[in-house]
């Protein structure tokens, strides 16, 4: 995968439109929504650098990194409820064409391996970015050193990682012991949400 050389964006409409109306999810956890904000902000401009322009890169990695985790607040069994809650404001906002390829994107998110199914441009780029967040950069996802370095130095996550993901997993750990990482599974996610035809 090639880069692409962008300069950083640190704020997109889109994205504030979908963290404003969507605040609730957060549960009250105003700080951990404050970090998911700079997590969401932080892959938005990572996936930017893997993906030329055009196709409306930009509207697409904003929405897709605005909802991407946006249920975790509620259960770490969050990819379904998080394509549910992104496909629901796609129809509000006339782009139900996008979907697919976007729940693709979040589904497979988490994914620790190449993806190679549909949509994979967008879902490759965005999956590569969110693990150059998640491991503190130590998969390195092929970036340039110096675009990570900006986004993580313009970008704070606040307690996203430390509290708010630890508080999601020790929860469900007590609650589902006999489904430890539902976070990995795609294509359970994809097939809740209707979306079978895109498993692959
Ligand atoms: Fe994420």
């Keep these: 995968m090639t880069t692409v050389n962008v300069n950083l964006m640190l704020s997109h409409p889109l994205m504030e439109e979908i963290l404003a109306s969507h605040r609730d999810h957060a549960g009250g956890d105003e700080r951990g929504w404050a970090g998911y904000r700079?997590?969401?902000y932080r892959v938005f401009n990572l996936a930017r650098a893997l993906v030329d322009d055009g196709d409306n890169r930009d509207e697409k990695l904003a929405i897709a990194a605005a909802f991407?985790?946006?249920?975790?607040?509620?259960?770490?069994d969050y990819l379904a409820p998080s394509i549910r809650t992104m496909h629901a404001w796609l129809c509000r906002t006339g782009r139900e064409a996008w979907a697919e390829e976007?729940?693709?994107v979040v589904a497979q998110h988490h994914r620790l391996i190449r993806y190679r199914g549909?949509?994979?441009?967008?879902a490759e780029a965005f999956r590569r970015a969110d693990l150059n967040d998640v491991s503190q950069r130590l998969v390195r996802s092929g970036l340039p050193r110096?675009?990570?370095?900006?986004?993580?130095?313009?970008?704070?996550v606040g307690r996203f990682f430390t509290r708010t993901v630890p508080t999601a997993i020790a929860r469900h750990l007590v609650r589902r012991p006999l489904d430890p990482l539902p976070i990995?599974?795609?294509?359970?996610?994809?097939?809740q949400t209707g979306h079978e035809a895109a498993q692959w």
Excluded at 68 to 73: E, G, L, N, P, Y
Excluded at 146 to 156: K, L
Excluded at 184 to 191: F, H, K
């Design 38 to 40: 700079g997590h969401a």
């Design 68 to 76: 991407h985790d946006i249920d975790a607040f509620r259960s770490l």
């Design 102 to 104: 976007l729940a693709v």
């Design 118 to 122: 549909r949509h994979a441009t967008l």
């Design 146 to 156: 110096d675009h990570v370095r900006a986004v993580r130095e313009s970008i704070s």
């Design 184 to 191: 990995v599974r795609a294509r359970r996610a994809l097939r």
